[in-house]
């Protein structure tokens, strides 16, 4: 007999005097039952919500993974694969350009003066990127301003392509300061400057990714997205140039290291979103970029050209320059103005420096059609005077009359038949005509 039902049976035979009977058993075991849930302390229930406090914790430990994993996907590393996939990099629609929400502080960007070369300082949210590094010979000035502004970690290093102008100071910015990401693109090339880089990369453990056209990254609180390169060329370096869209609040800023024409045609056939209120005019203010076509898509109100002041390529090309100063783009220069710094709060930007004065616009070429010279009497070496009367005499000198230089004719109309092959045709009074000796009345329309 179950413990419980004795007890039960005892209380009721004893304390209650009930005759227990074999049919009372039921009625008994189930008052049984009642009251063992009445009385029973509550250790079920306890257990259940200790077994949900658990699955609780169990889901947090797996979200808490969860955003570390996606935290290391979005967050920069110090070392690179050799190539960053679509699916590691965010890729924004190229018709829904991506806004930032939130705007803590300025965003400052250094377009710095490192001669006929480009290097862009970036800096937001305690982030900062360096895009190129200039020449090799104006390594020292760039080392200088950097010091300046009390970096201690570049979290990305953008080289846009091997060429010396743009890549000649990174190995020394490598061994000066901890580097974050590097972006470079899938090119290679034997220069020392090159060579120099990659040296440098390998003594600090750095690998190169070149970033998928379209994907996105974090610099503080600004949202970059690269656009290039697109339609590279195997025989031109420029044509590998990263190209980053930089959006921080309602401003935006677009980057396009060397890119040139074919590259710029390439981005606007992907339908990338290329509007910004700044550009740094692409290599230099050659004539060989900044199409009039990707102007149009740009539609800036601010160009910064980084170039050399007396530079043998002839940058800025007065072809570049016409076509910026013609859609009412304000144009900046470092080889006029040294460093350009440029400050956004999100919503509005300010330079450091007043725009350039625009230079005149070249005259459009001209083709000249030979035309007919004006109608003049040209008295030749007067002969000597002499009293002629003519066939027919006149008897109005100031009459209008017509005549060829090299005839002796005049005539009353210039539609005379006789006419019609001469090239030159002079006019003039009679007097005139007579005085340079036209002295045959025309036999057809002189009557």
């Keep these: 007999m179950p413990p419980v039902y004795k007890l039960i049976r005892n209380y009721m035979a004893v304390k209650l005097k009930f005759n227990i009977k074999t049919w009372q058993k039921s009625i008994a075991i189930t008052l049984a039952v009642i009251l063992a849930f009445a009385f029973m302390p509550q250790t079920s229930s306890t257990s259940y919500t200790q077994a949900n406090a658990n699955d609780k914790t169990d889901y947090l430990k797996v979200s808490s993974i969860s955003s570390a994993a996606s935290s290391k996907v979005s967050s920069p590393a110090p070392t690179v694969s050799s190539k960053v996939s679509s699916a590691a990099a965010s890729t924004v629609p190229s018709s829904i350009p991506a806004q930032t929400t939130t705007v803590n502080g300025n965003l400052v960007i250094s377009y710095i003066d490192v001669g006929q070369g480009d290097s862009e300082l970036i800096q937001q949210g305690g982030q ?43 190995d020394d910015v490598i ?6 990401k590097v972006y470079m693109p899938n090119v290679v090339t034997t220069t020392k400057a090159f060579t120099n880089v990659l040296t440098a990369m390998k003594a600090k453990g750095l690998s190169a990714a070149q970033p998928e056209p379209g994907s996105s990254f974090k610099l503080g609180d600004t949202n970059c997205i690269t656009y290039g390169p697109v339609n590279t060329d195997a025989g031109n370096l420029n044509t590998y140039s990263i190209v980053i869209k930089l959006m921080y609040g309602n401003t935006k800023f677009l980057f396009t290291g060397d890119a040139e024409s074919t590259n710029e045609s390439g ?80 919503a509005t930007i300010k330079f450091d420096k007043s725009a350039s004065p625009v230079k005149p616009q070249a005259p459009p070429a001209v083709t000249v059609t030979p035309v007919t010279p004006p109608v003049v009497a040209v008295a030749p070496v007067a002969p000597p005077v002499v009293v002629v009367t003519p066939a027919v005499p006149a008897t109005d000198n100031t009459r209008i009359v017509y005549w060829v230089p090299s005839g002796k004719s005049y005539h009353y109309t210039d539609k005379c038949s006789t006419l019609s092959r001469s090239k030159i045709i002079l006019s003039g009074t009679l007097a005139e005509a007579l005085a340079a000796g036209k002295t045959d009345p025309c036999d057809k329309c002189v009557k």
């Design 267 to 346: 981005m606007l056939s992907k339908g990338f979103d290329l509007a910004a209120d700044v550009l740094k005019v692409g290599h230099h203010g050659s004539d060989t970029s900044t199409s009039q076509l990707f102007l149009n898509a740009v539609h800036p109100k601010y160009s910064v050209i980084e170039v050399g002041k007396g530079n043998s390529y002839g940058h800025p090309t007065q072809a570049a320059l016409n076509r910026l100063s013609n859609v009412g783009v304000q144009i900046l220069r470092t080889d006029e103005s040294g460093t350009i710094v440029c400050t956004s709060d999100g």
């Design 175 to 180: 061994n000066a300061y901890s580097i974050g």
């Design 128 to 170: 900062t990127m360096l895009i190129d590094a200039g020449t090799t010979e104006s390594t020292s000035s760039l080392l200088a301003y950097l010091k300046t502004k009390s970096i201690s970690k570049i979290d990305y290093l953008v080289l846009t392509h091997p060429h010396e102008d743009h890549i000649g100071g990174a």
